[in-house]
T-cell receptor, first 113, second 112 residues
Framework: GNSVTQMEGPVTLSEEAFLTINCTYT??????LFWYVQYPGEGLQLLLK?????DKGSNKGFEATYRKETTSFHLEKGSVQVSDSAVYFC????????????FGKGTRLSVIA | NAGVTQTPKFRVLKTGQSMTLLCAQD?????MYWYRQDPGMGLRLIHY???????AKGEVPDGYNVSRLKKQNFLLGLESAAPSQTSVYFC???????????FGQGTRLTVV
């Protein structure tokens, strides 16, 4: 079946450090890939997405590239801020219809000043 | 600009009590989902619906029932609450299965 594996947290970084959160997936067909972010006390919101191989999703300084050859969708940001502290979820939606989103377990990021 | 609205936001139940969580979306989305979020477990799908009048089981359906009588509403019921159902519940909706999902703010449920 479809599944997502993302790196265990928590991750603690100093402000302006480089961030990578690894995400790999298993899926049949050609899934769409997503990163969601959850700020404390809130629901999840879409951060970025990519719908086909070699697509790069980007938003708020975050980037992720859909790598079909390595089945990966790693999240990166060149310089994190305290306001980026949150839980990040990688997710996929399989290419066929009627299949709901599958989420990774989430990675908690704490950025300290 | 409501999006996805969950009711209630907080609830404490005694073991054996029943309750219904309501999810409403105003985006005319076909797909709706109920997830639960537990520490270290990420989001686990309870039930979902791909259209009005349809429901399907997710990863952890036991102890829950759902109904989608109207396209905009998706109800999650607990017939006899158990402490293991203490969790944060999120509703989400999407236009299609491959589209991004929009989430509600969550319902924090405690069963004592």
């Amino acid at each position: 079946g479809n599944s997502v594996t993302q790196m265990e947290g928590p991750v603690t970084l100093s402000e302006e450090a480089f961030l990578t959160i690894n995400c790999t997936y298993t899926a049949t067909g050609y899934p769409s890939l997503f990163w969601y972010v959850q700020y404390p006390g809130e629901g999840l919101q879409l951060l970025l997405k990519a719908t086909k191989a070699d697509d790069k999703g980007s938003n708020k300084g975050f980037e992720a590239t859909y790598r079909k050859e390595t089945t990966s969708f790693h999240l990166e940001k060149g310089s994190v801020q305290v306001s980026d502290s949150a839980v990040y979820f990688c997710a996929l939606s399989a290419g066929s219809g009627n299949t709901p989103l599958v989420f990774g377990k989430g990675t908690r990021l704490s950025v300290i000043a | 600009n409501a999006g996805v609205t969950q009711t209630p936001k907080f609830r404490v139940l005694k073991t054996g009590q029943s309750m219904t969580l309501l999810c409403a979306q105003d985006m005319n989305h076909e797909y709706m989902y109920w997830y639960r979020q537990d520490p270290g477990m990420g989001l686990r799908l309870i039930h979902y619906s791909v259209g009005e009048g349809t429901t399907a089981k997710g990863e952890v359906p036991d102890g829950y029932n759902v109904s989608r009588l109207k396209k905009q509403n998706f109800l999650l019921g607990l017939e006899s609450a158990a402490p293991s159902q203490t969790s944060v519940y999120f509703c989400a909706s999407s236009y299609k299965g491959v589209s991004e999902a929009f989430f509600g703010q969550g319902t924090r449920l405690t069963v004592v």
